[in-house]
């Protein structure tokens, strides 16, 4: 069977003055996409020369379980905020494992 697998790789980067409140924002967000159905990892990374930059890498069992997940109401929150926080739109790139 094919692999269904999806991974995500979602870049933000906050407003100036304002990475702080973005970086609680973000990881509010880690304890409850967890819990969505197939998550398989929900990490967040910092790029360490410059911490207004973050970066999610995600593995989902399905594209599916994806989409569900940015349905929850916790995505759609932090969603509702993103524009008053981000200094350009999040970049997201979707991956499939090759080996």
Known sequence: MANKQVTVVAQLKAKPGLEQRLKAELLAMLA??????????????????????????????????????LATPHLKAFFAKAGELLAEPAQIALWKKLG
Request: hydrophobic letters at 25%; aromatic letters at 10%; a negative charge.
């Open 32 to 69: 409850p996409s967890r819990k969505d159905p197939g998550c398989i990892n929900y990490d967040l990374h910092v790029a360490p020369d410059h911490p207004g930059k973050f970066m999610f890498h995600e593995n989902w069992q399905s594209k599916q379980h994806l989409d569900d997940h």
